[in-house]
């Protein structure tokens, strides 16, 4: 079975400075994983995602993930926060097309002036 | 493009009423799916379609829920009758022929039970 961990329910950086959101995924087989941001009152919108190509992805805003299989780990990363980061970003996994795509419970980005 | 289209955007009951939500995927897309977001969680899967087939229904409290997609485009999705601990978002996604797994995401309803 699939599942997906944040390991922070929260974290609070100063602006300008770096921005580390944790996930660990498991999965029987190799995985599809994606990150998603939720902006207050805002839709769900998709910042990045690794599906068995290069193992660095790049995803708007200047956001990035590395896929690391021998951590079973996908963390999100940024090297500069601005304070229009603030928002709820959601660890996403999914085997294949057609299973389950599983939300981690997420991690709420506060930034501090 | 056209997003995906949800409504009503909030919807307050009370206990043991019955409400139905309405979805509208981007055209096109075969697959809808149907989340429940409860205050401080992440989406929660209720029912996967693809087309007007049901792919996953594994976490669809099916005494009280139920979903249909007949023509294999809109929506819709009831609770009857509600309870309070159904007081959440009810988020419709859809997606692009399978294999791509990118989520688009409608604005949501938000429930309210009282």
């Known amino acids: 079975a699939q599942s997906v961990t944040q390991l922070d329910s929260h974290v609070s950086v100063s602006e300008g400075t770096p921005v580390l959101l944790r996930c660990n995924y498991s999965?029987?087989?190799?995985?599809?994983l994606f990150w998603y941001v939720q902006h207050p009152n805002k839709g769900l919108q998709l910042l990045l995602k690794?599906?068995?190509?290069?193992?660095l992805v790049k995803g708007i805003n200047g956001f990035e993930a590395e896929f690391k299989k021998s951590e079973t780990s996908f963390h999100l990363t940024k090297p500069s926060a601005h304070m229009s980061d603030a928002a709820e970003y959601f660890c996403v996994v999914s085997v294949n097309s057609a299973s389950k795509i599983i939300f981690g419970s997420g991690t709420r980005l506060s930034i501090r002036p | 493009e056209a997003g995906v289209a949800q409504s009503p955007r909030y919807k307050i009951i009370e206990k043991r009423q019955s409400v139905a939500f309405w979805c509208n995927p981007i055209?096109?897309?075969?697959?809808l799916y149907w989340y429940q977001q409860i205050l401080g969680q992440g989406p929660k899967l209720l029912i996967q379609?693809?087309?007007?087939?049901?792919?996953?229904d594994s976490q669809l409290p099916k005494d009280r829920f139920s979903a249909e997609r007949l023509k294999g485009v809109d929506s819709t999705l009831k609770i009857q009758p509600a309870k309070l601990e159904d007081s959440a978002v009810y988020l419709c996604?859809?997606?692009?022929?399978?294999?791509?797994?990118?989520?688009?995401f409608g604005s949501g309803t938000q429930l309210s039970v009282l």
């Open positions: 055209s096109g897309h075969a697959t």
């Open positions: 999965s029987s087989y190799s995985p599809s």
């Open positions: 379609f693809q087309n007007n087939g049901v792919v996953d």
């Open positions: 996604a859809s997606s692009a022929p399978v294999g791509r797994q990118k989520l688009f």
């Open positions: 690794y599906t068995s190509a290069a193992t």
